[in-house]
């Protein structure tokens, strides 16, 4: 093989996070620069690497250093991503940053930091690989930043558990179908209960087409949603907003995926009993066609929508120029 070109984009569709790698050099003076070539080796004992270029301005500091610092950027960190990777005298000023170790210089913000200790350093090809023996690692609060095809995206709803308030914790979406006073409800297949359709969310470029693809995920259809109307914890470690739909043609049915009427809802058996609440409130406030938005996260509480207003056009360009 000896297309570096071709090599480089086939790398490039790997897609990773990205990092600022920092260290001092014997006069003192930082240095630092992207990296996605950062990866973790071992776990016992903790050892990460990151490849350096020996055409690179910190090429020296980096192979001579015995401490340096990974920065895992944060989804709003992109700026510090063009930063350290054009070669700038300076790259720090103004900067938030911390040294707990001295040379392992950590960007305030980051997704995830580490200190790490220089295990081993091997020559290979065009670059230096440096072996980080892992001293400190910290958690943030934000998604991590991505990178594919050169480009940079942001990794918040891919499913990334974030957040230390409530940690671990899944986002799922449900789906409250109604055709001709009829509800859909999909049957676990490992527990045999009814439950509304609930799955993760899926992956796509705005929400509505990633509402859309979950419903053809969890459904085997395309359901639109038509709005907002649960938000509800189904245990301890996932959270379910649950999204109205009225479709207007007969949605298909197999044996775990059927309508139900008020009457012949299987009660006793739904997987959860927040599902039972939603179900009779639904079936309540259909009556008289006034829909409440019902929170359990905490305290319940419900936000009474008083009108249920059909779609509309698109009116947000006309927003946009009220608001400009
Ligand atoms: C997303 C991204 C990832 C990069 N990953 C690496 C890498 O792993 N190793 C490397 O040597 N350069 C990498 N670079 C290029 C360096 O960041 C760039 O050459 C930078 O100018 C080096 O800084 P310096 O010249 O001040 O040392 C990457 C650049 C970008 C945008």
């Known amino acids: 093989m000896n297309d570096p070109l071709l090599f480089r984009r086939t790398m490039g569709r790997f897609p990773t996070g990205v990092t600022v790698v920092t260290t001092r050099d014997d006069a003192g003076r930082p240095w630092g620069?992207?990296?996605?070539?950062?990866?973790?080796?071992?776990?016992?004992?903790?050892?990460i690497s990151v490849c350096v270029d020996r055409r690179a301005g910190s090429f020296s500091a980096f192979s001579g250093c015995g401490m340096f610092g990974v920065s895992i950027l944060a989804e709003?960190?992109?700026?510090?991503?063009?930063?350290?990777?054009t070669p700038l005298d300076d790259k720090f000023t103004g900067l938030a940053t911390r040294e707990d170790h001295p040379g392992a210089i950590l960007m305030s913000g980051a997704a995830a930091t580490l200190a790490c200790s220089v295990h081993t350093r091997v020559d290979i090809?065009?670059?230096?690989?440096?072996?980080?023996?892992?001293?400190?690692?910290?958690?943030?609060?934000?998604?991590p930043l991505g990178y594919c095809d050169g480009s940079f995206f942001t990794t918040a709803g891919v499913d990334?558990?974030?957040?230390?308030?409530?940690?671990?914790r899944r986002i799922l979406v449900g789906w409250l179908v109604e055709y001709d006073a009829r509800i859909l409800l999909s049957r676990d297949a490992a527990t045999g209960a009814w439950r509304l359709p609930v799955g993760p969310l899926q992956a796509g470029p705005t929400m509505s087409a990633a509402l859309v693809d979950?419903?053809?995920?969890?459904m085997g259809q395309v359901i639109e949603p038509e709005f907002l109307y649960s938000a509800i914890d189904l245990s301890e470690s996932e959270t379910c907003?649950?999204?109205?739909?009225?479709?207007?043609?007969?949605?298909?049915?197999?044996r775990d995926l059927r309508l139900f009427a008020e009457d012949e809802i299987p009660w006793a058996e739904l997987s959860h009993s927040s599902m039972q609440v939603i179900l009779r409130r639904y079936f309540d406030e259909r009556v008289s066609d006034r829909f409440?938005?019902?929170?359990?996260?905490?305290?319940?509480?419900?936000?009474?929508?008083?009108?249920?207003?059909p779609w509309t056009a698109d009116h947000a360009g006309d927003y946009e120029r009220a608001v400009s």
């Open 33 to 47: 620069m992207t990296a996605n070539s950062f990866t973790s080796v071992s776990l016992t004992p903790p050892l």
């Open 76 to 85: 709003h960190q992109r700026d510090l991503a063009v930063r350290f990777a």
């Open 125 to 143: 090809g065009d670059h230096v690989m440096l072996v980080g023996a892992v001293e400190e690692c910290a958690l943030g609060q934000s998604a």
């Open 160 to 168: 990334t558990p974030v957040g230390e308030r409530r940690p671990g």
């Open 214 to 218: 979950t419903s053809r995920a969890l």
């Open 241 to 254: 907003h649950v999204y109205r739909a009225r479709p207007s043609v007969l949605p298909e049915q197999t």
């Open 292 to 309: 409440g938005i019902y929170l359990n996260l905490g305290a319940g509480r419900i936000a009474k929508i008083e009108r249920e207003s």
